[in-house]
């Protein structure tokens, strides 16, 4: 059986990545690439060739797309089109707008859809939170003690909420939902990646936090089985181990700078507001209080391991910096 | 320092001899310090830093353990060498003292880490909570229990709580009530025997006769002590009084007789509780009276 998939957010890299290595697939007929704005050419850095993809400039809040959806026979919708952070043009309210929305419309499609099977989207390790009270390790069915209340996490808490409210609707389809920890790696641009690109970086004092990290590649490859195989449910995908603040400051090379809260939630907002680094309150709180989930089940499910460790992820995204700078 | 012109002569390092000690020694701080600022050094998913807390943090307190309070342990055979087990110990001091007492009797003389379940403050302040992580210790909730312990780490609980560690000069060596018997679940769900264990010692260190309750509260504390020296004499009020200390491990109690589901069973989770409170009791009694007196 050949398979249309459909790839949102395609215009940012990992989506790009997603949609490249589907189009490269033989048992994949056609792949349509949506987002908001058309991807980043060739020629300039940054862009991926996404072979065969066909790209069509959607906006995802309005309904046009299940016109694409219907028009297409769509049966596999791969959705990577969650923002993590406000660019500095639009703002918070429409990066909410972009993500809940957004989903909303791209499920309300799927739920009509007669064609479509399998569904994966992409989440977010993020909606566990960071607080002192937590376990140390998060696997999927923990309750965090706080439930996010603001940003990426809050949508994405949301966004959650309306795809389990869809896999209860169409029960005869399969639903994946991948809680991603902090991508990394060469080609990954985020405001944690932007973070360690700085020579000195700003800490919390007393405060040593524990990092998860994914490696670009093998995200593409989960995204990759979870669309080309039925794994229902809700996984979490990390890189083995955890690295700590001060040891990925050091493995950089980087200064640590170790403030007080106070100040380094007031350094964090002129930094933001000079739109230097995007920090959001919840990167304040990670930076203070850290993140580790299991991963355990998808490992069993997929009986597959990531490559990269967390600590190798961060390895290789140094050195591709090495690489920039000289 | 003396050395004799043999030793004195240079040595090319590959004639060098395996047991020159001072050589190795420096070689070894060097690779260390190497390790330490490249960060390449593994924690693992808790932020247990094995290697900080064995060369730095537990160095720091081993003064305190063999000439101080001149910790003396007893039954060390009752700790698995090598799978899980809970150890459910007194907790007395006024300061927690006797949980770094207990991690270098165990890491250094059992040669096993010992991952602690701590309370929700330490996790809260910045500094200890993640000197804390460092040293291998975790919140003590149910998913962190289960997890060391399915693991086959070995965890240790003082399930008194602040009731033990904060309770008058008056009630020394009363053990105080253990809480919900989480810590039992937990070992039954794993299958782990609980060690009962009784320290005798820290009671001592810091006599509390008092309590500030008023500034313990604004201060967000549960308790902030009055002892013969503190707060009279300022920070050298903290110095902790040289007890004499004994560390006795019992005879383990298992759970693997039971099912799993078994820790669902409200009754027989505080029946096994009571059990080992009893255990940690009698041993706590004999135990004192077998050190004598407090100081000598």
């Known amino acids: 059986m050949t398979h249309t998939v459909l790839v949102t957010g395609v215009s940012r890299h990992i989506g790009a990545r997603v949609a490249s290595v589907l189009a490269a697939d033989p048992g994949i007929s056609r792949v349509i690439g949506v987002d908001t704005v058309p991807p980043p050419s060739l020629t300039r850095e940054g862009g991926i060739s996404l072979g065969r993809t066909e790209f069509v400039r959607v906006d995802l809040r309005s309904p046009d797309i299940a016109q694409v959806i219907a028009a297409a026979d769509i049966d596999i919708v791969v959705h990577m089109s969650l923002v993590s952070a406000p660019s500095r043009s639009a703002g918070r309210a429409s990066m909410k707008e972009h993500n809940v929305i957004g989903t909303m419309q791209l499920l309300g499609a799927c739920q009509r859809s007669a064609t479509v099977?399998?569904?994966?989207?992409?989440?977010?390790?993020?909606?566990?939170?960071?607080?002192?009270?937590?376990?140390?390790?998060?696997?999927?069915?923990?309750?965090?003690?706080?439930?996010?209340?603001?940003?990426?996490?809050?949508?994405?808490?949301?966004?959650?909420?309306?795809?389990?409210?869809?896999?209860?609707?169409?029960p005869d389809l399969t639903v994946s939902m991948l809680r991603f920890a902090n991508f990394m790696g060469p080609g990954v641009d985020s405001p944690l990646t932007r973070y360690f690109s700085q020579p000195v970086l700003p800490t919390v004092f007393g405060f040593d936090p524990r990092l998860q990290y994914v490696h670009e590649d093998d995200a593409v490859e989960v995204?990759?089985?979870?669309?080309?195989?039925?794994?229902?449910?809700?996984?979490?995908?990390?890189?083995?181990?955890v690295l700590l603040l001060s040891q990925c400051a050091r493995r950089a090379g980087a200064l640590a700078l170790p403030l007080f809260s106070p100040a380094f939630r007031l350094l964090g907002e002129a930094a933001r507001s000079a739109g230097l680094v995007d920090f959001s309150p919840e990167q304040l709180r990670l930076l203070c209080h850290g993140r580790a989930v299991d991963c355990s089940k998808l490992f069993a499910e997929l009986g597959w391991k990531p490559k990269f460790t967390t600590a190798a992820a961060f390895d290789d995204f140094l050195r591709s910096r090495k690489g920039v700078r000289t | 320092m003396s050395a004799s012109p043999e030793e004195r002569r240079v040595i090319p390092i590959t004639e060098a001899?395996?047991?020159?000690?001072?050589?190795?020694?420096?070689?070894?701080?060097?690779?260390?310090?190497?390790?330490?600022?490249?960060?390449?050094?593994?924690?693992?998913?808790?932020?247990?830093?094995?290697?900080?807390?064995?060369?730095?943090?537990?160095?720091?307190?081993?003064?305190?353990?063999?000439?101080?309070?001149?910790?003396?342990?007893?039954?060390?055979?009752?700790?698995?060498?090598?799978?899980?087990?809970?150890?459910?110990?007194?907790?007395?001091?006024?300061?927690?003292?006797?949980?770094?007492?207990?991690?270098?009797?165990?890491?250094?003389?059992a040669g096993r880490a010992l991952r602690l379940l701590g309370a929700d403050l330490v996790y809260k302040l910045p500094v200890l909570g993640h000197l804390s992580r460092k040293t291998g210790h975790t919140l003590a909730c149910r998913d962190d229990a289960d997890r060391l312990l399915r693991k086959g780490e070995l965890v240790g609980v003082f399930p008194e709580g602040f009731k033990g560690v904060g309770k008058p000069f008056s009630e020394r060596y009363r053990l105080q009530r253990f809480g919900r018997g989480g810590f039992v679940a937990s070992a039954i769900r794993a299958g782990v025997p609980i060690v009962p264990t009784a320290i005798v010692g820290a009671e001592e260190i810091y006599p509390k006769i008092g309590d500030l309750r008023h500034l313990a509260r604004v201060l967000g504390l549960p308790y902030l002590p009055i002892t013969p020296f503190f707060p009279w004499l300022g920070p050298l009020g903290l110095v902790p009084l040289p007890s004499k200390w004994m560390i006795e491990f019992g005879e383990p109690i298992r759970t693997d007789s039971y099912d799993a589901s078994a820790a669902d069973d409200p009754m027989l989770v505080f029946e096994l509780t009571d059990h080992v409170r009893e255990s940690v009791q009698q041993l706590l009694t004999s135990l004192r009276l077998r050190r004598g007196h407090a100081f000598f």
């Open chain 2, 17 to 109: 001899p395996s047991y020159s000690a001072p050589e190795d020694s420096l070689a070894t701080l060097l690779a260390f310090l190497r390790r330490r600022i490249a960060g390449e050094y593994e924690v693992d998913e808790f932020g247990y830093d094995a290697e900080l807390t064995d060369k730095v943090l537990l160095e720091l307190i081993r003064p305190l353990y063999r000439h101080w309070f001149r910790v003396e342990t007893l039954a060390l055979g009752n700790i698995p060498s090598d799978s899980g087990a809970l150890i459910v110990a007194n907790h007395s001091g006024t300061l927690p003292v006797d949980a770094l007492m207990m991690q270098v009797a165990v890491h250094d003389e």
């Open chain 1, 223 to 241: 995204l990759r089985r979870m669309a080309l195989e039925d794994h229902p449910g809700t996984y979490n995908v990390a890189g083995d181990g």
């Open chain 1, 117 to 170: 099977r399998r569904v994966v989207v992409r989440s977010t390790t993020a909606i566990y939170g960071s607080s002192p009270m937590d376990p140390a390790v998060f696997t999927e069915d923990v309750e965090p003690h706080d439930s996010p209340s603001h940003g990426y996490a809050k949508d994405a808490a949301e966004v959650e909420g309306y795809v389990r409210g869809f896999a209860r609707r169409r």
